[in-house]
């Protein structure tokens, strides 16, 4: 599904080139479910940013299906992006001015899915996440823990083939932590392909495949 090959990062400072990510290489099956670890600063946040077409300023090549990002026509990387990835930030970046409702709608928009449907979907979530009360609410009445869950929610409601989630139960307790893997994992037996950054050991248990990264160079890469 996925190929990097020598990815370098760096950054400019006035007398030396500052490398954050250095000879990348990496292949990832569709429907493997792949873990990044490492310490803070090792690299995660800004390879999954890469991994997610969110950052288009490295060098090496990155080819997804075989086709390579960089000549690949903008509707189609547009598609991806908007279509078929699903994104968890560390920072939610929940719009402000809607619902949580509205929020885990959004995808659902770019996807053109009906609306009796995107109404069964969002119950389905809601639901899930124990958010029902609080569908009405804007993002600013919610703790962090919640917004975090309306993350997720809008992340997996269009039912992406790639879910992206950097630190996804950074902000919750352990138990909504679980919960989250619990998904993680049902949406990776449905098929999904996953690659999630973490901290913390217990969630890479639910995963296929454990990465380390250690100062931006690949440290280990095993089966789990
Ligand atoms: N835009 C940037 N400018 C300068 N340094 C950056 C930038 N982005 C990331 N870094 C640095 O690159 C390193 C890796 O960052 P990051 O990918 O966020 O690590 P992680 O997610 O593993 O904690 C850190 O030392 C960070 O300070
Ligand atoms: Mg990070």
Redesign the pocket.
């Known amino acids: 599904m996925i190929q990097l090959k020598e990815i370098d990062k760096y ?1 400019e400072s006035r007398f030396q080139r500052i490398f ?1 990510l250095k000879g990348i290489n990496l292949t990832i099956q569709e429907g493997e479910f792949l873990t990044l670890m ?10 999954l940013n890469i991994l997610g077409l969110l950052d288009e300023d490295y060098d090496g090549e990155y080819l997804f299906g075989n086709k390579n990002i960089r000549t690949m026509k903008e509707r189609e990387r547009s598609s991806l992006h908007k279509s078929e990835f699903g994104y968890i930030f560390q920072a939610y970046h929940l719009i402000d001015e809607l619902t949580v409702y509205e929020n885990i709608e959004t995808p659902l928009l770019y996807r053109k899915v009906a609306s009796a449907e995107r109404k069964s979907i969002i119950a389905d979530l809601l639901d899930r996440f124990n958010m029902v009360a609080k569908k009405d609410l804007f993002p600013a009445q919610l703790s962090g823990g919640q917004q975090q869950l309306v993350g997720i929610a809008r992340a997996i409601a269009g039912r992406p083939r790639l879910l992206l989630a950097d630190e996804p139960t950074g902000n919750l307790h352990s138990g909504q932590a679980k919960e989250i893997m619990e998904v993680f994992q049902e949406l990776h037996q449905e098929g999904t392909t996953i690659i999630q ?1 973490t901290h913390a050991r217990e969630n890479a248990d639910y995963g296929t495949r454990l990465i380390n ?1 250690l100062d ?1 160079r690949i440290e280990s890469d095993e089966k789990i």
């Open positions: 950054i954050i490492g310490p803070s600063g090792a690299g995660k946040s800004t390879l950054a990264l931006g």
